[in-house]
């Protein structure tokens, strides 16, 4: 075969080949385009799922039902960057879900640099919730997310820019228009469908749960914990406790309450007092859940504390007195006319095995609360 002979034949094999690989990577497209057009995001009403025991004083505002194309979007929302006055900040930046959606800082950094007053609190079970903020001054997930949005030392944008910045994006008038009807997109359609999200982070399967079912064994230390942590400490009566359920009983662990828990004779932050103005509000805060607590460090509203156990120490051996200080904390002990409550070692640890019960690893890893647009969370949806 000669030169020009050998040279047409490769060519033409080049070609049949090369045809060949245009065409499975026009199939590959095609099949890419079909999967994502056959998998649209999911509409109707968001069925919100929890155990019986949790109750059903839940709180959403008839403006704001819940619907899967809403939490869809405020979960995208949730983790957007557009919506900070500087393109690098989301809502996850401090409330990140492997922590049980707190940053792990004692306080936060905004878009300025500047640190916020006060740690950032965990996000599970806030459908139950009627006050937010750790002075309680926000009355719904929807006023209280306008704050760390517009606050210039948090997100830092106004709400009117947010919602100019999302509207030149291809993706985002689309998903309003699913959820809203049109693709006008505001500031108060932005938070409502955060709020939606943000309802359905339900934390509601750790060891604590699984054994209210019967589906877990506690440890003897565990169990022991759970009593002195349930007990208010009876010295004439033999009976020990630490006097934690009085705020955070029942199995939501918390109740919606303010409390001055002592660590300060004379508060430096005024609490609830800044809206009350009144003296018994000195210090005074909303006391948070301890689902997850042991992920959600450091602790208090100041980030004092770096550890469960200096928690345990501060309320077994160190609450200070002051004119507000909740009554519940004054002469509570475990020994007879004593002044503080005066754990021993043993029971410290054995609170702290209880508290590490109420881990919920399923609430911490479930894709469906996830940025969407990471793999896992792509994939699951």
């Known amino acids: 075969m000669n030169t ?36 649209p995001v999911e509409t109707g009403p968001y069925n919100l799922v929890y155990p019986a025991n949790f109750g059903n004083r839940i709180s959403i505002p008839a403006d704001n039902p819940t619907t899967k194309q809403g939490v869809y979007l405020g979960r995208m929302l949730f983790y957007e960057t ?49 006050k937010f903020f750790w ?17 210039p030392h948090e997100m830092g944008q106004s709400l009117a820019i947010s919602a100019q910045k999302l509207s030149k994006t291809a993706t985002y008038p689309t998903l309003f228009k699913l959820v809203y009807g049109d693709e006008h997109i505001t500031g108060d359609r932005i938070v409502k469908a955060i709020s939606q999200f943000e309802r359905t982070l339900i934390s509601a399967n750790s060891r604590y749960d699984q054994y209210q079912r019967g589906a877990y064994k506690p440890t003897d230390d565990e169990l022991k914990g759970m009593e002195l942590f ?16 009085h705020c955070h009983g029942g199995p939501k662990t918390y109740m919606e309450l303010f409390h001055n828990n002592g660590l300060d004779s004379l508060p430096k932050d005024s609490g609830i007092a800044s809206f ?40 077994s051996d160190h609450i200070l007195e002051s004119a507000s200080l909740s009554t519940f904390l004054r002469g509570e002990s475990n020994e007879v006319g004593g002044k503080s409550l005066k754990l021993l070692p043993i029971e410290k640890k054995q609170i702290i095995a209880f508290l590490n019960m109420l881990t919920d690893s399923t609430f911490i890893n479930n894709p469906e609360f996830a940025d969407p647009n990471s793999l896992t969370a792509k994939t699951k949806h």
């Open 135 to 151: 002075d309680g001054r926000a009355n719904g997930l929807e006023e209280q997310a306008v704050t760390p949005l517009t606050n």
């Open 4 to 39: 020009g002979k050998k040279q047409n034949l490769f060519a033409k094999v080049w070609l049949k080949k090369s045809h060949t690989l245009l065409v499975l990577f026009i199939f590959m497209i095609l099949l890419s385009g079909l999967s994502f057009t056959s998998n």
């Open 230 to 245: 349930n007990n208010g400490p009876q010295p004439e009566k033999g009976i020990r406790g630490a006097n934690c359920g």
């Open 276 to 315: 009350t103005h009144l003296q018994t509000d000195q210090g005074r805060f909303k006391v948070p859940t301890l689902r997850n607590i042991a992920l959600t460090a450091p602790y208090m509203h100041d980030g004092r504390f770096k550890t469960l156990a200096e928690v345990v120490d501060h309320y």
């Open 82 to 130: 557009r919506l900070s006055a500087n393109n690098t900040l989301s809502c996850n930046s401090c409330h990140q879900q492997n922590k049980a959606f707190t940053d792990g800082l004692a306080l936060s950094k905004g878009v300025d640099g500047v640190l916020t007053p006060r740690n950032s609190m965990s996000l599970a079970n806030l459908l139950w919730a009627r």
